[in-house]
């Protein structure tokens, strides 16, 4: 996404002009987990396996130490929810590649994408 002068937010596919990332996915309906806050993190990296705009770390099921471009706290009711996040990044100037975005929820990996600037 680039910000336009007036605030809004439009979608490229051009590296130099990236300003934010929006990263949306789904939670499906399950009558088995438990309602509730759950905490989810969104981990962007380049290529080379850089992390995009690193703000902090968590721990995965497996132990390993993460670091994250974002997070938020969804609400779970059991239902599908839709989850929408735009995480800013101050670097200007992404170089044009490949960037991978990963999405954790409750520290387990919920998927995985990968996009392409050109």
């Known amino acids: 996404m680039r910000e336009r002068s007036n605030g809004t ?8 002009r990236v300003d934010a990332f929006r ?12 309602s509730g806050l759950k905490k989810a993190h969104i981990v962007i990296q380049n290529a080379a396996g850089k992390i995009i705009n690193s703000v902090g770390e968590f721990t995965d099921m497996t132990g390993l130490d993460i670091s994250y471009s974002d997070a938020t706290d969804v609400d779970y009711t059991n239902r599908d929810l839709e989850v929408i996040l735009v995480t800013d990044i101050p670097e200007k100037n992404l170089e044009k590649g490949d960037y991978y975005i990963k999405v954790y929820l409750e520290n387990k990996l919920l998927g995985t994408t990968k996009i392409n600037l050109k």
């Not at 937010?9 to 130099?16: C, D, G, I, V, Y």
């Not at 990263?23 to 438990?34: D, G, L, P, Q, W």
Request: aromatic share 4%.
């Open 23 to 34: 990263v949306s996915f789904k939670i499906r309906e399950n009558t088995i987990a438990e």
């Open 9 to 16: 937010l439009k979608e490229t596919t051009r590296a130099k």
